[in-house]
């Protein structure tokens, strides 16, 4: 049976890997009739330990944010996609990425970048995308980065 989405999610977060995951949601969503999704989750978890928390610097993200997002829409409605939107969730990624928003929007399919920008959170509590694979209540589909544009690894160095 031809599996056909109707509603995809698309996390973004600045990364390169995003960014190939929303040019390929464009594609699927097209070829589906599908509604686009894009979400944008500020981590309000790195501002607990600032002492004094500044409502300024979360306006900045959202802000830098807001710009990326609306790039994204123009670029998709260039590329022939009516249906698409947007939104920006504050809190921690995984949950709202994996439950919350998808639960909230009826999605059916989350198309997610195989690795974000936080490396740091990667190596010690796991990544968003690992945690999204095993929780999501919809399918996942994870894409990776584009191996026939990336210069080859040297996986046998000389010794």
Partial sequence: MLQQYKHILVPVDGSYE??????????????????LHLVHVVDTRAFQNISSFDTS?????TETAKKTLDKYVADAKADGLQSIDYAIEYG??????ARDVPRDNDT???MIGAT???AV?????GS?????????????LVVRTDQ????????HPER
């Fill in 18 to 35: 995003a960014e190939l995951a929303f040019k390929k949601a464009v594609a699927v969503a097209k070829r589906n009739d599908a509604d």
């Fill in 92 to 97: 921690a990624p995984k949950t709202i990425i």
């Fill in 57 to 61: 610097m979360v306006e900045q993200v």
């Fill in 116 to 118: 974000g920008l936080n």
């Fill in 148 to 155: 026939h544009n990336q210069p080859a690894k040297n996986t």
């Fill in 108 to 110: 059916d399919l989350i």
């Fill in 128 to 140: 968003v995308t690992e945690y999204v694979t095993r929780t999501a209540i919809c399918d996942v």
């Fill in 121 to 125: 959170e990667r190596l010690l509590i």
